[in-house]
C-alpha cells in the first residue's frame, strides 16, 4: 500500500447523542505526565485512556461478561494540549459497533491550575480521541459481544455496522532518508499479560517528536494502529518520515524488521 492510497484526511471525531449517557472519571495530572514545556505528553493521554477503559469495564456488568478487550487502533486529537498543574476530566461512551468490534470515544478536558513553576495562565485543555477496540475470547480470538452488552453499547452509538478500515500505511517504505533507529525497551514496558503497554509505544514516539516540535505545539492527530503483539525480549528498531506536516513511523521486529505498529502525527487543519 502506498503513501498515496491513504491521503491525509481529518474527518472529526462523532459527537456523543444528545442525552446519551457516558462513563466520567477523573484524574490529576503528574509531574511525570509531562514533558520539559509542562505539556502533557501523548503516553500519559494513553495511560489516562487506558484507566478509563478499566474503570469504565469495572463499572459495568461487562466485567463479567466481556471481560476481554484489546485495542487495535487509538486516535488522539491535541485540539488544546493539557498541561501540570490541572485536573483531567474523561468522558467515555461508545460510538460506532459491530458484533465484535466498537469504537470508544474519549473526550479529555481539563481545567488548568497555576503553581510556582507554572504561574502563566493559558486555555483550558480539549484532546478527543477514538479507539477501536476488538471483544475477544480468553485465547484472544474475536468474540461475539454478548446480547446484554450490545445493548447497552448500541443506546449511544452512531453506526451499528463498523467496518475496520486502515488510516496508516501498514508497510514500511525504504525511501526514508533517516536510518533505523533502535528502540530500547524496559521491563516495566510490559503488563502482567507479557503484552508491551498501550503507553510505551507512544513514548519510542515521543522520542521522535522531540525533534520534530512544530508538529505537537499547533493542534494535530495521532494516529497508531497496533499489528502485531510485542513480547518481552524483542529488538524493536524505528523507521521514520517526515514528509510536510506528518510524520510517520514504523515500528519494527527483530532482523526481519516485521511491522507491529504504525503511527502518524499530522497537524489538523485550522478551526
Given amino acids: 500500500m502506498s503513501p498515496t492510497d491513504l491521503?491525509?484526511?481529518f474527518e472529526p471525531l462523532s459527537d456523543r447523542k444528545e442525552g446519551a449517557r457516558f462513563f466520567e472519571a477523573g484524574y490529576r495530572v503528574r509531574t511525570d505526565d509531562v514533558d520539559q514545556a509542562m505539556r502533557v505528553r501523548l503516553d500519559a493521554v494513553a495511560r489516562f485512556l487506558q484507566d478509563a477503559a478499566n474503570d469504565n469495564l469495572d463499572a459495568t456488568p461487562f466485567v463479567e461478561t466481556d471481560p476481554y478487550w484489546i485495542v487495535r487502533r487509538t486516535i488522539i486529537d491535541v485540539i488544546e494540549p493539557i498541561s501540570w498543574p490541572g485536573e483531567v476530566s474523561?468522558?467515555?461512551w461508545c460510538g460506532a459497533l459491530s458484533t465484535r468490534w466498537?469504537?470508544?470515544?474519549?473526550r479529555v478536558t481539563s481545567k488548568h491550575e497555576t503553581n510556582r513553576f507554572n504561574p502563566g495562565s493559558r486555555p483550558d485543555g480539549l484532546i478527543e480521541t477514538e479507539g477501536f477496540w476488538i471483544?475477544?475470547?480468553?485465547?484472544g480470538m474475536p468474540s461475539r459481544i454478548t446480547d446484554h452488552a450490545l445493548e447497552l453499547?448500541?443506546?449511544t452509538a452512531l453506526e451499528t455496522r463498523l467496518r475496520w478500515k486502515s488510516m496508516n500505511q501498514d508497510t514500511a517504505p525504504d525511501d526514508v532518508v533517516l536510518p533505523d533507529r533502535?528502540?530500547?525497551?524496559?521491563?516495566t514496558d510490559f503488563d502482567p499479560f507479557r503484552h508491551l503497554n498501550n503507553a510505551a509505544y507512544l513514548e519510542a514516539v515521543e522520542d521522535e517528536l522531540a525533534d520534530h516540535p512544530d508538529l505537537v505545539e499547533r493542534p494535530h492527530r495521532l494516529v497508531i494502529e497496533y499489528l502485531r503483539p510485542i513480547v518481552p525480549g524483542t529488538e524493536l528498531t524505528l523507521r521514520r518520515r517526515r514528509t510536510a506536516d506528518k510524520l510517520e513511523v514504523w515500528i519494527q521486529?527483530?532482523?526481519a524488521k516485521t511491522v507491529a505498529a504504525t503511527v502518524s502525527v499530522a497537524?489538523?487543519?485550522e478551526r
Fill in 90 to 92: 474523561v468522558e467515555r
Fill in 182 to 187: 533502535p528502540h530500547v525497551l524496559r521491563v
Fill in 153 to 155: 453499547l448500541g443506546e
Fill in 7 to 9: 491521503p491525509v484526511t
Fill in 267 to 269: 497537524l489538523l487543519p
Fill in 135 to 139: 471483544n475477544v475470547n480468553e485465547q
Fill in 253 to 255: 521486529m527483530g532482523s
Fill in 102 to 106: 466498537t469504537n470508544m470515544r474519549v
